[in-house]
């Protein structure tokens, strides 16, 4: 089992749709998540930055699967333009993780 986690910044202007749009994602969307063997996925908000967390045994192999997804493509194209350029051009910026307690 792998933990995988990621950050990014969002438009300061568009951080109410941002949280509007998860709490209702696509049912395709989701699909395509746990077809990729994702689960425990969770995202957070500070200000207007997110940090996301999710496992999956395979982390190649899942965000290549999700990613290979349609609902996946379109879900992405919708969040990217919540996110500030760098987001679109460089991705999300992975975290790495310095500490677990189990």
Known sequence: MARVAWTARLRP??????????AEVWPD????IR???I??????????RVFAQ???????EAARIE???EA?????ARMRELF???????????LVEVFRLD
């Open 13 to 22: 202007d568009r951080i109410d749709e941002y949280v509007a749009a998860h």
């Open 72 to 76: 996946t493509r379109r879900w992405r």
């Open 39 to 48: 689960r425990d996925y969770s995202i957070w908000l500070f200000e207007d």
């Open 54 to 60: 999710y496992e999956c045994d395979d982390p190649e």
């Open 84 to 94: 500030l350029p760098e987001v679109a051009t460089d991705g999300v910026t992975p």
């Open 29 to 32: 969307a989701l699909a395509a």
């Open 67 to 69: 990613g290979d997804a």
């Open 35 to 37: 077809a990729a063997g």
